[in-house]
């Protein structure tokens, strides 16, 4: 009874944040606007702050799918190769085709995502598949689809040296949101909530393992394949949405099990989803609000990577303290 | 046929035929019998106790309480019979023992969030078991023994009819081996219980039928006293036995030389 106190207590005061932090940097500093520039400003926020929102869900909501399914505490959409590789694959059809349609850009990404999770996956498995394997593939993976889509966008910058929609992916940012691609995100949130809803609870049995999960009843191989290539294709569509932001995926869940002090799926993946929005929101607004008043707004998959990767660290020491 | 467990003539393969793991065994037990599967490394022991929980594929019958296990579905399974075997803990994704053990449950309870009587019974299994206590410790925490334990308990949990046990006392203190042993005489009151174990001192003054195993293939089986003899011993492990008696209980004990 106690843990699902704190549980609800814990999303009650997640959503009031989200909800504050959403309402004060729609209407922050707008009273000095009016008309039609005012009604820009406000679309503009509105786009942008829905996207941060929901991306910090679809992420927290994968990493804790993906940790759980993987039964890896080090792994996250970024790590494990699938922004590297749906960029890639942006960038390749943006260079290809130049007038980006959405549903095939998306479609394109979530391949170019899977395929580079599938490879990953493939050499971790044959170096062992221990949480370091899955951690030294996917450095390996993403570093060459980075290398490959840092190659393409130069060529693409040389066709075209205005498409700034291609250069803001490189680095994750909200800066670039556009109002059509939200429902690109809220679809994603909403299958991972159906999962949720549907898998969060035999998942607690795939984590101890795929004999007892199978003794009970559940079919450990198909939960698992079902929230990867879930979570691998709203990760994807995070990345032609925001671009890369990294690290998120793996903070999130690990903060929700930290102060929920359990590893209950059914517990932790919405906390994480929530954590993750409001580590975005924070740290956009942040960078928009703050940052911009003295240098200019910094990336928001800049600042994450540069607060997630030390927690990053800080895990992997907790995790093989002791231990080799 | 209710109220046993029935197999005739199961074979398991691996790979595809090319490993016979068991070949041809037929036993039945009832219910208020303890069975221990005896044998040698590789006898096929652990293999037997999953075909018949249905997490390997066999061929032959296996009847549980009247259901022929492999045309019942998984689910249906679940709720009649529990099978303990080795679990491995992932660290820092690890439950506490109280929610592990609650998972066991999943089968026999339909709603989404574990329910009062959930609770209830996961704690009196705890109870049961000597290890309240730990409830709140996460599983990674635990030594090998109090894990053997926690593996018990979530087979207790959903008060099956049946009960595998797949080396129960693996990594078991002497003390705690008696405490287990005295556990599975009292849940045998409930449920049949099938057990394997290295222990033959264990196994015999466990269970009430013995079973021994060599090679996929049964080598005897029936009551303790008419199984635990020199020669089907001896058939069994490949090496010599005497047979001495402790308050009329034969015990074995392997030639060393």
Known sequence: MGKLRLFSLVVILLIISVLVIYVFSLYYGLDRYSGVVHDKILLYRRTRLLTALFVGLILGFSGSYLQSCLRNPLVDPYILGISGGALFTIYTYYLVVRTANMIVCALLASIGGLVALAITVFIAESIGGSDTAYVLAGIGVSSLFSGLSITVYYVIISLKPSASYVHTLLIGSFANSLPSRIPLVIASTVALSIAYILYSKPLNAVVIGDTYARQLGYNPRLIRRILIVLSGIASSIVVMVAGIIGFIGLVSPHIARLILKTSDNRLVVPVAGLTGSLLLLVTDNFSRIVLSEFIGEIPVGALASSFGAPFFIILLIRRFRGRI | ?257
């Open chain 2, 1 to 257: 046929m209710t109220d046993q467990i029935v197999l005739r003539n199961v074979v398991v393969t691996y790979r595809k035929g090319l490993i016979v793991a068991v070949k041809g065994v037929s036993l039945s037990i009832g219910k208020g019998d303890v069975l221990g599967i005896i044998g040698p490394n590789g006898a096929g022991k652990t293999t037997l106790l999953k075909a018949i929980a249905k997490i390997i594929g066999y061929r032959g019958t296996i009847y549980i309480d009247g259901y022929e296990v492999s045309s019942t579905p998984h689910h249906v399974i679940a709720r009649i019979l529990a099978y303990a075997g080795d679990i491995d803990v992932p660290d820092m994704l690890s439950l506490t023992v109280l929610e592990t053990v609650l998972t066991s449950r999943y089968p026999v309870s339909k709603g989404f969030l574990d329910t009062k009587e959930d609770k209830a019974k996961a704690m009196e299994v705890l109870r049961t078991l000597g290890i309240e206590d730990l409830a709140h410790r996460r599983l990674d925490e635990l030594s090998s023994g109090e894990l053997r334990k926690v593996i018990i308990a979530m087979a207790l949990a959903r008060e099956p009819r049946a009960i595998l046990l797949d080396e129960p006392d693996a990594h078991l203190d002497m003390g705690s081996k008696i405490v287990i042993s005295r556990l599975i005489r009292r849940i045998s009151r409930r449920s049949i219980v099938i057990f394997t174990t290295h222990d033959i001192f264990f196994a015999v003054n466990t269970a009430s039928k013995i079973a021994l195993l060599r090679n996929g293939s049964v080598i005897g089986v029936g009551r303790v006293e008419d199984i635990v003899k020199k020669d089907l011993l001896t058939r069994t492990y490949g090496v010599d036995f005497n047979i001495v008696y402790v308050d009329g209980k034969p015990l074995p004990i392997p030639v060393y030389g």
